[in-house]
Each structure stands twice: as structure tokens, then as C-alpha cells.
């Protein structure tokens, strides 16, 4: 697909009979293509040069001073007066033999029965072989030309010839980026890892199949990101498919991310919260096992935009015809986290439902408590049991896929106490889907030094004051909302998000900011200029003036504390309000 | 030889002076012997021939008087080596190390002709004294091969006293570019490489082709089986081809040239090697060539053995270090070759014909031959022929004189029935000398050999072998053989050819092997078809010619081996049974003593008994029955 020039010559010709005109340069393909005259091809891909190899899509032309051949309609460039004609007895003729020729070496190849079909070969009159490959180099230039990895090609010669790595052993020169497989008409090339793992890059993968996708569903804006690690682009310098096929040109792969600073009065800390890993707790054997899932990948693939277009299906795109839900993966665990997530529950109940209302599964639900508070919770606690889901009380010990008897051939097992029943049980599953723990983010700590507000040992956000101010922190200005003060549940955010905004705006709305009445002043002719008070400022509210040369109290930050008033070496910085002097006098007026 | 390193022509007088100085130096009192060190005479001792005589003469002290070198390859390979003794023209023929000391004792000495040594008639059985008295070079036409034979190909002296770069010389004494294209499209010169394309033609495309930088390439990797003619041209007169480079680079306006030449011709290597050396000392190749300020320089490239590189476009992709494979040729080579840039192949034959051509006149060349083809071809002329060897001929001689004058007729005492020219992907055609008329317009013995004749009739000219079957020989087998060649030799890039062939071969395997049928005349006919219109390369789309012009000539026999069970020419095995006639059988036992399967059995002076059922029809009891007694059928 080459950028034709804007000023382009155009050339007239006839195809089947029809009068087209289109720029030099172009093909007889992508003359046909215009006119909508099928033409089939198999070793054709718009991404990178014409190869003509496979030669069904041959046509005849026949040139304007007389005579004529057949000719490949990939790569022959049309030029004035030529007619083509795709449909004659002759090409029929030809490639009926070339379809004969490739179904008699690879017999399997759906690709190939179908052009049989249409090309009417009922048997195949060649010596038959068992390839799967019809060497139509596809896979070998998408790699060299477009990725730009060179890590297959084609190796010996003539009936020898075949598609191999180098030395034919496992190549670094491979990134793993799957393009062959796209490209392959037969679809025999799979892509596996190092252990010998099948990864697939089809629909149901459950992460983005893409190096250039949208962030995650419904996102805001709804814009699409490369992901540089994946993305050829960055491993090889190639491909640039995405930009080349952009009208809008709006791929800019010289994009870096950039820090913007901007003044604020005010703050709101709304840094959401973390998933917990489930891979860690090895006894679960997420990543592991098949169709183990976490509850967010689980809620993907519920998605009506997801890549399963909402249905629940397992990896080898089967409906499960048993689901379990595991609550508390991770919290309520004296291992890992011992708060609850407070909000698995309630999704694992509507997982539940789901489950029930788009499948014919069973659905077995392993809890330790149902924590259904709140309006209409509990309510809907009783109709999934009017529903038939199985509650199994009792912590799930152990997914395992070790089968002891034909029943559980295949499947997952889920090994749990029920101590309803007080029965040791083995429930085998088509599919598991892990409610894991809610957790504060890895940078949360981070941020607390950043902003002087202190954090939980749970590694939450503290509020300034737990029932008075749920919202604001020990720093003026600064204000928390969400997943990073605490797990919860949406109404729950919303509502702390729009009190948090209500502070701010009353603040914003006042003009001015109310400052504690005793605050630290440097008397600037006996400050040296040693920085100390700068490290020991609690609220970070004393910082170095460059070009006085001494350090300088921001008023608004101070809470005067009277560290720095303490500290000072030189007794430049005192209290306002509390000097020295007021304390002896009131000492004084005591005696 | 070494050259005069002090040498460098700065204008063309000069080069023309330093001839005039050869000219005169050279002394006519002395003996000139000049052993042909070809390929196939070195193959028969010619080497070992040179250092006897080296030897023979230092210990007679005759160096003074005696002038030894050695040539390129005469053409008749047939009777090697070959031994020229000047003044007096004299051939000596199948001289052996033992001959050496007669020649000089007799010859050297005394000016007496060894008899035995001497080519003899086998018809009349007199002998000939020098070449032109010989059949085989009277009907020749020697432009190509003027002087293989009579130089030293190693000594840029010896041909530049035959006149050699006297071509360029003129060429650069004034001629423009234009005017040496129009020579050669007025001479009427078409591609010597099998595809018979207007050299000229293709020159002026090229020159006209945009671009800064232009390439012209000397296909020199010639892998038709049983074909020598550039081999022969490389190894025996490699100047001439430089200097037809070097004109054509002029013509079209290039700077670098390439010569890709096959890993398996060594000596041709080595020869063109120091032929490039010599000319760039002279002056003739490199920067500022004869001072015109014309730049032009000669590589050598090796090519890896694939018979496909011999395609232009696949030659091109391994000169660029690619694997050799060819693409569609929808974009001429000429406006997007060697690295996208414009270039001009042309064959090695086709590169020695520039020469003559500038020398003697456009009209000259196109004197020779016929309407379409001009000129003369080099043949290769192997196969069941009295005399093989290489053969110039002028355009639109028959069949017959190629056969029978200059070939000598049939090698033993078969009828010749077929001609396989063009190479693996050329066709057989049928001569039957006899049964001339009978056999109507089936009969080509005497087409004349031109470009368009042989592309009539269903074979090509290709770069020049012909290889001559005789009864001997099973059409059915023949293609078979051609077939396997290819399917060797089969990119395998496109799919008719690749799999194409692949099948027609299964199918002649069977035929072969008594198991054809009816469907699979029909089947063979439809996939020639496939692989002939839609094949990517020339290798592909001619590849069913051996098929097609035997099915074409000779059907009788595959229909003799499909529904009668039987090989008419007693070839494939499958079909052939041996047994022994009790008229004939003496009784004489050579049969069974030769016989390595030890199934014949019989008592001496009576008839002797095969068993068929342990026979492996080796054919070696039919070979060695001095009476007839074994009979195939």
C-alpha cells in the first residue's frame, strides 16, 4: 500500500469488460477491487510487496497493438488501453489446476477446500502429501518487510523448500508479536512461549490483543494508546502500519510523556487502588490453570464491548457449564491483607446472577460471610438463593486440576471445608473466578511524603479526622476520595468524591485562606542561611530563599508547630504570638 | 605471462603503435606449437602434454627457435588434445606424452608430418593436414570463436596482435554513444542467452532508463546439462568478452560491470581474473580508459550452483547477495535491475559478438543468417554424434549440415531420431534421415536452425546445446530426465513450477513404469498448460517443453508404454524383458560370465537359459552377445 503521489497520472483500462480509471502505478488488483471483480489470491497482503508466488490470480490482458498473456494481477501495473479479463475458461482452467496443485500437497487446509468448492475439483487426480504449509511467503515478508525482525525465512530449495528459523532452533530475533500467525492463509502457524505454551493472540485473549488499544473499556477520553513494549514499532523500528493507514494522521510515534506543572490552592487525592496479584497464592494456581480468572478479568469479559462481545466463555471459547466464585482472595487473610474489601460481595452476588441469567452453568459461591449491608443488599442476597446458586461456606482451599475420578476429568477442582455441612469437599469446576483483594497502590507511600499526609497500616489514606472530616488530611488543602482512603464500593466514592469537591469549592468560594494566628518568622539578619529548618519543617512550609540568601516561611503552610523555632541554631526563626518573651511573661503573671 | 607493467595506453594511437610493435617483433622463423588447454582437452592430458614438450624442448636447447603456449578450447573436443604446429598449420590430434618426442625429433626438426597423428576421414580414411581440410571446421563460421585456438588466453599481448581492442579503440576514437546503439540494432544482434531478445534494443532502454548510475552484467553462469559454448568463450578468449563490456558500458553510460560466473568453472575464473588485471594495467579498464575520461570497472562475481541463476532477475538477487530467486519481470530489468538501478544483462556470447560487430560493420553481421536471427551461433554438439565438440555456425543451417557435415552423422550403427535443443526446457525434435517425406512436416531434419524456426516448432534456441539421440533412446525417458533436472533445479518459489513439475514427473513415472493411462496423457497435457501460462520465470513456463514437443513428435511411444506395456526403445526397465534366442545362442558363455545376477545358466557350446524372474535388467548380456542371441523386447 504505497502513498501514491498527489499528482497522479491516470491510466484507462477495462476489466471484465468495464471501463475504469485509476492512478499509474496501480495494479490489476486494485483496478478489480475498484470495480468490485473478485479476483482470488493467497499469498497477497496489502501490508507489504506483491510477491506473485502463489499465481491464482492470474488473468489474461490483452494489449492494445494485439497479442495478450496471462498475467499475475498482484503486482502487474496497469497501463492505457490493456483489457483484462479475469473469468475465462483459460484462467478457470488454470487456476483450478493451481488450487489441485496446493490441495493435493496440503489436503487439510480449509482455505484450499473452499476454493476447490468454487472451482468446481470434486477429487484430486495429483499425489497427495500431508504439508500444511503452501509456502506462500506471507508470514516470511510480513516479517522482514513490515516488522522488520527477519527472524523466519525460507530455507533450502525447489521441494526442499520450507518456512524456518534460523538453524531451525528458537530464534531471539522472534519478538513474539504474532504477525505471522495473523497473516497466514492456512492458519498453521501458532505462536507458543518458551515453556511451550500456547499464547493466543485470537479474540479470546482476555488482556488488549493489540499493541494500539483503547485503555480499557469506556474510558474517558476515548483514546487509543500504543503500548511501547508490544507495539513493533518500538521493538524494530518497522511496520508503522497504525500511522500509515490513519486518515487523521494522528499516530505520532515520537509522542514522550510529559511532566506539566501547574499552581493550585487546592488538592484532591483520588489515586484509586490496586487489584491484588492472586498469582502469589500459589494454592489458587492463577496463571496457572486455564480459566482461573480475577474478578476484573471476569468482568472483561461480561463486558458488552468486551472481546467476547459480553458471552461468558472459557479459553477454548466453550461455554462453562459450572462457574465457582472464590470471595476473600487475598483480604480477610491473616497472610496478606487482614481488612475486608467490603465491596466482593456484592459483585460476586451480581457475578452470580450473570452467570445464571446468560448460561445454563451452576454457580458455587465460597464465602466466609455474606457482608450484604446496605439498602436493597441483603434483598438481593435472598433472590440469588431463590436463583439456585450453591453457598458454600467455607474458606476455598486449593484449585487443583489433579482428577481422581471420571467426573472431574478435565475440569477444575475446588477443594473446601463446608462448614455448614462440616464435610470436607472436592467440587469440580468448568471455570473460577477470584474476588481478589482490594489494596492500596504501590506508590501510595510516595505520595504521603509528597503531600504530608500520613498513611494507614492497612496502607490506606488517613482522614484528618474519622467522623468530623472524612475528606481532608492533616495537610491544609489537600483532600481524599476513593480507593486510596479506603476499599468501598461506588456510591460510596461518588459521595466521598463530591464532598471532597465541596470543600475545596468552599474554600475557592472564600477568597482567602485563614492562617493559625501563631506561626513561625525568620528575623532575616540573624538567619545564616543553613537550611536546617528547611529538613525539620513537618508541613514543608519553610524553604530557602536563592537570592536573599536566607530561608523564608510560607504562611499559609505553617502550622506552628515551633520546630523550626526549636531547631534554629541561630535563634533567627521564632514563633509569632509565642515568642520567648510572652512565655516567660505568662510565666510571671502565674507566680 | 606477465604484462608489461610499464605499460598504460593513454590514447588509442598508442594501443595501435603497441600493436604495430607486436607485429613487428614477431618472428616467422620460428616453430609456434599451441597445445589446447580446454577443459575437455586438459580433462584428457593436455597439461601433462605442455610440460613434456617444455621439457622435450629446454633439453634439446631449442628455445631459441621454438615457441610454446597454449589456447582455448578448438571446438573438437572429440579427438583431444589437440596439438597446432605453426607455420605450417599442422593438427596433430589425440597426442599423447609418448607422442611428444616424435613431433619435436620429426616435426620440430625436420618438418616431417606424423601420419598417425593426423585427423583421418572415416569415411574415405585420408588424413588431414591442418583444419581447413577437415570436415568438421569447413563448414563452421568462426566469429565468436575467431581466435580460441590461436591465442594464448592468459597473454593480453596475443590478443591484442590479433587486432583485439581495436573495437573499443575506434569506439572511443569519436564515436557517441547513440552511434554505437544504433550499430549494434542495425546489425541485428538478439541475445545469445536463449531468449533471442534485440541486444541493441535492449541497450537503448537501458541507456534511456532513468537514473544516475547504471550496471551492465555478463551472465556467464551457463548450467544447461551437456552445454559448454560460454565456458569455452571464458576460458579461451576472455578479453573478447571484456572489451564487448566495456563497449556496451560505454553505450549505455555505466561505470560498474559484473560477470557472474558458476563456482564450478574455475579456469574461467581464473583466466577472466587475469585478464581484468591485465586490461586495467593497460589502460583498458579502470579510470580514464585510453585517456577518453571514460571510467569502467569489471567484477567477478561466483555464483553458488543453482541453475536458476542463470534467470536474470534470480542472477540479479544473488549478485546482490539474495538467494536466487526470480520476480516478475513486469518492470524490466533495464529500468529496475542489479539494486533497482537500470542494467543491462546480456549473455557471454552475446558480449563477444560487440566486438566483430564494431570492427567489421553492422552490415557485415547482418549479411549472416537469416531474417529474424543474424549472425552465428555457438552449438554444443553432444550427444550420439560421430564428432562432439563446439561448433560456430552461421544462423539458418539446417539440421542436416550440423548433423552430418560438421557432426560427422551418427555415432555407431543406430538410425538418429531425435535433436534436443534449448537446454532442460528446450524440446526434441525428430530427424529421420531415411524416411525423409514420409514422416510429412514431422520430420525437421532439415529446418533451418534459427531463433524463430525452433520456437515454431516447439523447442527453442536456447544458449546453444544439442544434444543428438538415436534409436537407443526412449523419448518417454528423455523427458523424464530433462524433468528430474528441473524439478532439482525448481526455485520452488511459485507454485506451478514447484508443484507443477513435481506431479508431471510422478506421471512419467509411472507411465515409465507401466502403470500409465489414458487420463494421464490428459492429465500431463492439462498441468503443462498450469505451468507453461502461469509460472513466475522462464524456467517455470518452458518447462513443460520437453513434455510437450515429445508427446507432440513422439506419442506413439507413450502410448506404447501406457497400453502395450511396452518401451519401444528398450530404455525403462519396468517394460523391457531379456531372454535368449535358441537360433542365435552359440553356447559361448560371455553372457553368463558378465552377467552380475547370475541368472543365466547353460552349458558351454549350448544354449543358454535366462531366468527372468532374478533378471535386473541391467542390459549387459544384450551389450556383450557378439551374436544377437539376447533378445529385449
Same mark, same amino acid.
Given at each position: 500500500?504505497e502513498?501514491k503521489?498527489?499528482s497522479?497520472?491516470?491510466v484507462h $483500462?477495462?476489466?471484465?469488460?468495464?471501463?475504469?480509471?485509476?492512478?499509474?502505478g496501480?495494479t490489476i488488483?486494485?483496478?478489480?477491487k475498484?470495480l468490485?471483480?473478485?479476483i482470488?489470491t493467497?499469498c497477497?497482503?496489502?501490508?507489504v510487496?506483491?510477491y506473485?508466488?502463489?499465481r491464482?490470480?492470474?488473468v489474461?490482458?490483452?494489449y492494445?497493438?494485439?497479442?495478450?498473456?496471462?498475467?499475475?494481477?498482484?503486482n502487474?501495473?496497469?497501463?492505457d488501453?490493456i483489457?483484462?479479463r479475469?473469468d475465462?475458461?483459460?484462467i478457470?482452467r488454470?487456476?483450478g489446476?493451481?488450487?489441485e496443485?496446493?490441495l493435493?500437497?496440503c489436503?487439510d487446509?480449509q482455505?484450499?477446500?473452499d476454493?476447490?468448492?468454487?472451482?468446481g475439483?470434486?477429487k484430486?487426480?495429483?499425489e497427495?502429501q500431508?504439508?500444511g504449509?503452501?509456502l506462500?511467503?506471507?508470514c516470511?515478508?510480513?516479517?522482514?518487510?513490515?516488522?522488520g525482525?527477519?527472524?523466519?525465512?525460507?530455507?533450502?530449495?525447489? $521441494?526442499?523448500?520450507?518456512?524456518?528459523?534460523?538453524?531451525?532452533?528458537?530464534?531471539?530475533?522472534?519478538?513474539a508479536?504474532g504477525?505471522?500467525?495473523l497473516?497466514?492463509?492456512?492458519?498453521?502457524?501458532?505462536?507458543e512461549?518458551?515453556?511451550?505454551?500456547?499464547?493466543i493472540?485470537?479474540?479470546l485473549?482476555l488482556?488488549?490483543?493489540?499493541a494500539?488499544?483503547l485503555?480499557?473499556?469506556q474510558a474517558?477520553?476515548?483514546?487509543?494508546?500504543?503500548?511501547?513494549? *508490544?507495539?513493533?514499532?518500538f521493538q524494530?523500528g518497522?511496520c508503522?502500519?497504525?500511522?500509515?493507514?490513519?486518515?487523521?494522521d494522528?499516530?505520532d510515534?515520537?509522542?514522550q510523556?510529559?511532566?506539566?506543572?501547574?499552581?493550585?490552592?487546592?488538592?484532591?487525592m483520588?489515586?484509586g487502588f490496586?487489584l491484588?496479584d492472586?498469582?502469589?497464592?500459589?494454592q489458587?494456581?492463577y496463571?496457572?490453570?486455564?480459566?482461573?480468572?480475577?474478578?476484573?478479568e471476569f468482568e472483561?469479559?461480561?463486558?458488552?464491548a468486551?472481546?467476547?462481545?459480553g458471552?461468558?466463555?472459557?479459553?477454548?471459547?466453550?461455554?462453562?457449564s459450572?462457574?465457582?466464585?472464590?470471595?476473600?482472595?487475598?483480604?480477610?487473610d491473616e497472610?496478606y491483607?487482614?481488612?475486608?474489601s467490603?465491596?466482593?460481595?456484592m459483585?460476586?452476588?451480581k457475578?452470580?446472577?450473570l452467570?445464571k441469567?446468560?448460561?445454563?452453568?451452576?454457580?458455587?459461591?465460597?464465602?466466609?460471610?455474606?457482608?450484604?449491608f446496605g +439498602?436493597?443488599y441483603?434483598?438481593?442476597?435472598?433472590?440469588l438463593?431463590?436463583?439456585?446458586v450453591q453457598?458454600?461456606?467455607?474458606?476455598?482451599?486449593e484449585?487443583?486440576?489433579?482428577a481422581?475420578?471420571?467426573?472431574?476429568?478435565?475440569k477444575?477442582?475446588?477443594?473446601?471445608?463446608?462448614?455448614l455441612?462440616?464435610?470436607?469437599?472436592?467440587i469440580p469446576l468448568?471455570m473460577?473466578?477470584?474476588?481478589s483483594?482490594?489494596?492500596?497502590?504501590?506508590?501510595?507511600?510516595?505520595?504521603?511524603?509528597?503531600?504530608?499526609c500520613? $498513611?494507614?497500616s492497612d496502607g490506606f489514606f488517613?482522614?484528618?479526622h474519622?467522623?468530623l472530616?472524612?475528606?481532608?488530611?492533616?495537610s491544609?488543602?489537600?483532600?481524599?476520595?476513593?480507593?486510596?482512603?479506603?476499599?468501598?464500593?461506588i456510591?460510596?466514592?461518588v459521595?466521598?468524591?463530591?464532598?471532597?469537591?465541596?470543600e475545596?469549592?468552599?474554600?475557592?468560594?472564600?477568597k482567602?485562606?485563614?492562617?493559625?494566628?501563631?506561626?513561625?518568622?525568620?528575623?532575616?539578619?540573624?538567619?545564616?542561611g543553613?537550611?536546617?529548618?528547611? !529538613?525539620l519543617?513537618?508541613?514543608?512550609?519553610?524553604k530557602?530563599?536563592?537570592e536573599k540568601?536566607?530561608?523564608?516561611?510560607?504562611?499559609?503552610?505553617?502550622?506552628?508547630?515551633?520546630?523550626?523555632?526549636?531547631?534554629?541554631?541561630?535563634?533567627a526563626?521564632?514563633a509569632?504570638?509565642?515568642?520567648?518573651?510572652?512565655?516567660f511573661?505568662?510565666?510571671?503573671g502565674?507566680? | 605471462?606477465s604484462?608489461e607493467?610499464?605499460?598504460r595506453?593513454?590514447s588509442?594511437p598508442e594501443l595501435? =603503435?603497441?600493436?604495430?610493435?607486436l607485429?613487428?617483433?614477431?618472428?616467422?622463423?620460428?616453430?609456434?606449437?599451441?597445445i589446447?588447454a580446454?577443459?575437455?582437452?586438459?580433462?584428457?592430458?593436455?597439461?601433462?602434454?605442455?610440460e613434456?614438450?617444455t621439457?622435450?624442448?629446454?633439453s634439446?636447447q631449442l628455445?631459441?627457435t621454438v615457441?610454446?603456449?597454449i589456447s582455448?578450447? *578448438?571446438?573438437?573436443?572429440?579427438?583431444?588434445?589437440?596439438?597446432?604446429m605453426?607455420p605450417?598449420?599442422i593438427?596433430?590430434?589425440?597426442?599423447?606424452e609418448?607422442?611428444?618426442?616424435?613431433?619435436?625429433?620429426k616435426?620440430?626438426t625436420?618438418?616431417?608430418?606424423?601420419?598417425?597423428?593426423?585427423?583421418?576421414d572415416?569415411?574415405?580414411?585420408?588424413?588431414?593436414?591442418?583444419?581447413?581440410?577437415?570436415?568438421?571446421?569447413?563448414k563452421?563460421m568462426r566469429v565468436?570463436?575467431?581466435?580460441?585456438?590461436k591465442?594464448?588466453?592468459n597473454n593480453?599481448?596475443?590478443?591484442?596482435?590479433?587486432g583485439?581492442?581495436?573495437?573499443?579503440a575506434k569506439?572511443?576514437?569519436g564515436l557517441q554513444p547513440?552511434?554505437?546503439?544504433?550499430?549494434?540494432?542495425?546489425?541485428g544482434?538478439r541475445?545469445?542467452?536463449?531468449?533471442g531478445?534485440? !541486444?541493441?534494443r535492449?541497450?537503448?532502454?537501458c541507456?534511456n532508463?532513468?537514473?544516475?548510475i547504471?550496471?551492465? #552484467?555478463?551472465?556467464?553462469?551457463?548450467?544447461?546439462?551437456?552445454?559448454?559454448?560460454?565456458?569455452?568463450?571464458m576460458?579461451?578468449?576472455?578479453?573478447s568478452?571484456l572489451?564487448?563490456?566495456?563497449?556496451?558500458?560505454?553505450a549505455?553510460g555505466?561505470?560498474?560491470?559484473?560477470?557472474?560466473?558458476?563456482m564450478?568453472?574455475?579456469?574461467?575464473i581464473?583466466?577472466?581474473?587475469?585478464a581484468?588485471?591485465?586490461a586495467e594495467?593497460?589502460g583498458?579498464?579502470?579510470?580514464?580508459?585510453?585517456g577518453?575520461?571514460?571510467d569502467?570497472?569489471?567484477?567477478?562475481n561466483?555464483g553458488?550452483g543453482?541453475?536458476?541463476c542463470g534467470?536474470s532477475t534470480?542472477?540479479?538477487a544473488?549478485?546482490?547477495?539474495r538467494a536466487?530467486?526470480p520476480?516478475?519481470k513486469y518492470?524490466?530489468?533495464v529500468?529496475?535491475?542489479?539494486w533497482d538501478?537500470?542494467?543491462?544483462?546480456?549473455?557471454?556470447e !552475446?558480449?563477444?559478438n560487440?566486438?566483430?560487430?564494431?570492427?567489421?560493420?553492422?552490415?557485415?553481421?547482418?549479411?549472416?543468417?537469416?531474417?529474424?536471427?543474424?549472425?552465428?551461433?555457438v552449438?554444443?554438439l553432444?550427444g550420439?554424434?560421430k564428432?562432439?565438440?563446439? #561448433?560456430?555456425v552461421?544462423?539458418?543451417?539446417?539440421?542436416?549440415?550440423?548433423?552430418?557435415?560438421?557432426?560427422?552423422g551418427?555415432?555407431?550403427?543406430?538410425?538418429?531420431? =531425435?535433436?534436443?535443443t534449448?537446454?532442460p526446457?528446450g524440446?526434441?525434435?525428430v530427424v529421420d534421415?531415411?524416411?525423409?517425406g514420409?514422416?510429412? =512436416?514431422?520430420?525437421l531434419?532439415d529446418?533451418?536452425?534459427?531463433?524463430d524456426r525452433?520456437?515454431?516448432?516447439?523447442s527453442?534456441?536456447?544458449s546453444?546445446?544439442?544434444i543428438?539421440?538415436d534409436e537407443?533412446d526412449?523419448?518417454?525417458d528423455?523427458a523424464k530426465?530433462?524433468?528430474?533436472?528441473?524439478?532439482e533445479?525448481?526455485?520452488? +518459489?511459485c507454485?506451478?513450477?514447484?508443484e507443477?513439475?513435481?506431479?508431471?514427473l510422478?506421471?512419467?513415472d509411472?507411465?515409465?513404469?507401466?502403470?500409465?493411462s489414458a487420463?494421464?496423457l490428459q492429465l500431463?497435457?492439462?498441468?503443462?498448460?498450469?505451468?507453461a501460462?502461469?509460472?513466475?520465470? =522462464?524456467l517455470?513456463?518452458?518447462?513443460?517443453?520437453?513434455?510437450?514437443?515429445?508427446?507432440?513428435?513422439?506419442?506413439s511411444?507413450y502410448e506404447a508404454?501406457i497400453?502395450?506395456g511396452?518401451?519401444?526403445?528398450?530404455?525403462?526397465?519396468? $517394460?523391457?524383458?531379456?531372454?535368449?534366442?535358441?537360433d542365435?545362442?552359440?553356447?559361448?558363455t560371455?553372457?553368463?560370465?558378465?552377467c552380475?545376477?547370475g541368472c543365466?545358466?547353460g552349458?558351454?557350446?549350448e544354449? *543358454?537359459?535366462?531366468d527372468?524372474?532374478?533378471?535386473?535388467k541391467?542390459g549387459i548380456?544384450y551389450?556383450?552377445c557378439?551374436?544377437?542371441a539376447?533378445?529385449?523386447?
Open positions: 500500500m502513498e503521489e498527489a497522479q497520472v491516470l $483500462l477495462e476489466v471484465d469488460g468495464k471501463s475504469v480509471s485509476l492512478a499509474e496501480s488488483l486494485d483496478a478489480a475498484l468490485g471483480v473478485q482470488p493467497l497477497y497482503t496489502p501490508l510487496e506483491p506473485a508466488a502463489c491464482l490470480c492470474s489474461e490482458v490483452e492494445p497493438r494485439g497479442g495478450g498473456k496471462v498475467v499475475t494481477a498482484c502487474y501495473q496497469v497501463w488501453g483489457k483484462v479475469t475465462t475458461d483459460k478457470r488454470i487456476r489446476m493451481i488450487v496443485m496446493l493435493a500437497r489436503p487446509i482455505v484450499l477446500k476454493l476447490a468448492e468454487e472451482y475439483i470434486e484430486v487426480r495429483l497427495k500431508e504439508e504449509c503452501i506462500c511467503g506471507l516470511v515478508r510480513v516479517c522482514a518487510e513490515l516488522v525482525a527477519h527472524a523466519i525465512s525460507f530455507a533450502g530449495r525447489g $521441494l526442499d523448500r520450507r518456512v524456518a528459523t534460523p538453524y531451525d532452533k528458537s530464534s531471539d530475533a522472534c519478538i508479536c504477525a505471522c500467525a497473516v497466514c492463509p492456512t492458519k498453521i502457524i501458532h505462536v512461549d518458551q515453556e511451550g505454551r500456547e499464547i493472540h485470537e479474540e485473549s488482556g488488549p490483543s493489540k494500539i488499544t485503555p480499557f473499556m474517558v477520553p476515548n483514546i487509543p494508546y500504543i503500548d511501547t513494549e *508490544h507495539c513493533i514499532h524494530t518497522e508503522g502500519y497504525c500511522a500509515k493507514i490513519c486518515d487523521r494522528a499516530i510515534y515520537e509522542l510523556e510529559e511532566t506539566i506543572e501547574v499552581d493550585v490552592g487546592n488538592i484532591i483520588a489515586t490496586e491484588f492472586p498469582s502469589v497464592m500459589g489458587y494456581g496463571g496457572r490453570l486455564k480459566n482461573v480468572v480475577t474478578s476484573l472483561h469479559l461480561n463486558c458488552a468486551g472481546p467476547t462481545g458471552r461468558i466463555l472459557m479459553t477454548d471459547g466453550g461455554e462453562p459450572s462457574v465457582g466464585i472464590i470471595h476473600c482472595v487475598g483480604s480477610r497472610n491483607y487482614k481488612y475486608c467490603r465491596v466482593c460481595c459483585y460476586a452476588l457475578y452470580a446472577h452467570i441469567e446468560k448460561t445454563d452453568a451452576d454457580v458455587y459461591s465460597f464465602y466466609i460471610d455474606m457482608r450484604c +439498602k436493597g441483603e434483598e438481593f442476597y435472598h433472590r438463593l431463590e436463583e439456585g453457598f458454600i461456606r467455607g474458606r476455598a482451599a484449585i487443583t486440576d489433579y481422581i475420578d471420571s467426573d472431574e476429568e478435565g477444575l477442582i475446588v477443594l473446601c471445608e463446608d462448614t455441612i462440616g464435610a470436607l469437599r472436592r468448568d473460577v473466578v477470584l474476588c483483594a482490594m489494596k492500596s497502590n504501590e506508590d501510595a507511600k510516595e505520595l504521603s511524603r509528597i503531600f504530608s500520613s $498513611l494507614g488517613i482522614e484528618k474519622p467522623k472530616a472524612p475528606v481532608s488530611t492533616t491544609d488543602g489537600v483532600f481524599i476520595a476513593g480507593g486510596c482512603q479506603g476499599p468501598k464500593d456510591p460510596d466514592t459521595a466521598q468524591g463530591a464532598a471532597a469537591a465541596a475545596v469549592l468552599s474554600l475557592i468560594d472564600r482567602e485562606v485563614e492562617v493559625e494566628a501563631a506561626i513561625a518568622v525568620v528575623d532575616e539578619d540573624r538567619c545564616s543553613c537550611k536546617l529548618c528547611n !529538613t519543617c513537618p508541613y514543608l512550609a519553610v530557602y530563599d536563592e540568601g536566607v530561608s523564608v516561611v510560607n504562611e499559609a503552610l505553617c502550622k506552628g508547630c515551633g520546630t523550626c523555632a526549636a531547631g534554629c541554631p541561630s535563634n526563626i521564632s509569632r504570638h509565642f515568642e520567648n518573651r510572652q512565655i511573661a505568662e510565666i510571671e502565674l507566680l | 605471462m604484462v607493467t610499464n605499460i595506453f593513454q588509442p595501435s =603503435a603497441f600493436r604495430d610493435r607485429s613487428s617483433e614477431r618472428r616467422d622463423d620460428i616453430n609456434r606449437i599451441t589446447c580446454g577443459t575437455g582437452c586438459v580433462a584428457k592430458g593436455s597439461i601433462r602434454v605442455f613434456k614438450f621439457e622435450a624442448i629446454e634439446r628455445d631459441a615457441e610454446l603456449k582455448g578450447c *578448438h571446438g573438437f573436443c572429440e579427438n583431444g588434445p589437440l596439438v597446432v605453426k605450417a598449420g593438427l596433430y590430434m589425440e597426442v599423447r609418448r607422442d611428444v618426442d616424435d613431433i619435436v625429433e616435426t620440430v625436420t618438418g616431417e608430418i606424423i601420419e598417425r597423428l593426423l585427423y583421418k572415416p569415411v574415405s580414411g585420408e588424413r588431414a593436414r591442418n583444419e581447413d581440410e577437415i570436415p568438421f571446421y569447413k563452421q565468436v570463436l575467431r581466435n580460441i585456438g591465442i594464448d588466453p593480453i599481448d596475443d590478443y591484442i596482435a590479433v583485439g581492442y581495436s573495437s573499443l569506439v572511443l576514437s547513440e552511434e554505437v546503439i544504433s550499430m549494434i540494432e542495425r546489425s544482434l541475445g545469445r542467452g536463449g531468449g531478445f534485440p !541486444t541493441g535492449k541497450w537503448r532502454s541507456r532508463a532513468p537514473g544516475d547504471h550496471y551492465v #552484467v555478463c551472465n556467464g553462469d551457463e548450467g544447461d546439462p551437456g552445454a559448454f559454448m560460454d565456458r569455452s568463450l576460458e579461451g578468449d576472455p578479453h568478452i572489451e564487448g563490456m566495456i563497449i556496451g558500458a560505454y549505455i555505466a561505470e560498474d560491470g559484473f560477470v557472474y560466473v558458476r564450478e568453472y574455475p579456469l574461467a581464473e583466466r577472466l581474473l587475469n581484468i588485471r591485465d594495467v593497460y583498458l579498464l579502470g579510470g580514464n580508459i585510453l577518453s575520461g571514460f569502467f570497472r569489471i567484477r567477478i561466483r553458488g543453482a541453475f536458476v534467470e534470480a542472477l540479479m544473488s549478485l546482490e547477495g536466487g530467486e520476480r516478475a518492470i524490466h530489468t529500468e529496475k535491475g542489479l538501478k537500470p542494467t543491462n544483462l546480456n549473455n557471454v !552475446t558480449w563477444a560487440v566486438p566483430p560487430i564494431i570492427e567489421r560493420g553492422p552490415e557485415w553481421f547482418s549479411s549472416l543468417g537469416t531474417d529474424g536471427s543474424k549472425g552465428t551461433k552449438f554444443s553432444v550420439k554424434v564428432n562432439t565438440g563446439l #561448433v560456430e552461421p544462423m539458418g543451417i539446417t539440421l542436416r549440415e550440423i548433423l552430418f557435415d560438421i557432426g560427422g551418427v555415432k555407431g550403427t543406430k538410425k538418429f531420431k =531425435a535433436v534436443q534449448g537446454g526446457s524440446g526434441c525434435l534421415v531415411e524416411e525423409k514420409k514422416k510429412g =512436416a514431422f520430420n531434419i529446418l533451418p536452425v534459427d531463433f525452433l520456437t515454431e516448432v516447439g527453442m534456441m536456447g546453444g546445446g544439442m543428438v539421440m537407443d526412449c523419448m518417454v528423455v530426465y530433462f524433468l528430474s533436472f528441473l524439478k533445479e525448481s526455485c520452488g +518459489k507454485v506451478p513450477c514447484r507443477g513439475i513435481r506431479h508431471m510422478t506421471i512419467l509411472r507411465i515409465t513404469n507401466g502403470e500409465g487420463e494421464d500431463l497435457e492439462e498441468l503443462a498448460e498450469t505451468i501460462e502461469a509460472s513466475l520465470c =522462464a517455470g513456463t518452458q518447462a513443460p517443453n520437453p513434455i510437450l514437443s515429445t508427446l507432440n513428435y513422439f506419442r511411444e508404454h497400453f502395450e511396452k518401451c519401444p526403445a528398450g530404455v525403462c526397465k519396468q $517394460l523391457v524383458t531379456y531372454s535368449i534366442s535358441a542365435n545362442c552359440t553356447g559361448c560371455l553372457c553368463a560370465k558378465n552380475p545376477a543365466i545358466s552349458e558351454p557350446k544354449l *543358454h537359459t535366462l527372468s524372474s532374478t533378471c535386473i541391467c548380456c551389450d556383450v557378439n551374436f544377437d539376447v533378445i529385449r523386447r
